[in-house]
């Protein structure tokens, strides 16, 4: 299973499936990391979080525990 935390800046990638429960799974759905959605890794900090990544013509913020619950194909 490949992560959103495992890309390297400059890659783009597609979420294949959200892990995770209730609110904190509500909460990455309302950023619009939903199935099927294109992410381009932007940047990462250097101790790797926050990751910086463009979703749908934003640029969007995510620790990396929100990261390992995204994974992507």
Known sequence: MKTLRSVK???TVVVKKLHGAGAT?????DMGLTRGTEVYVRKV???GDPVEVNVRSYELSLRKADCEMIEVE
């Not at 799974?25 to 759905?29: F, P, S």
Request: aromatic content about 0%.
């Open 9 to 11: 800046p400059g890659d």
């Open 25 to 29: 799974r509500r909460r990455i759905m």
């Open 45 to 47: 900090a250097p101790l």
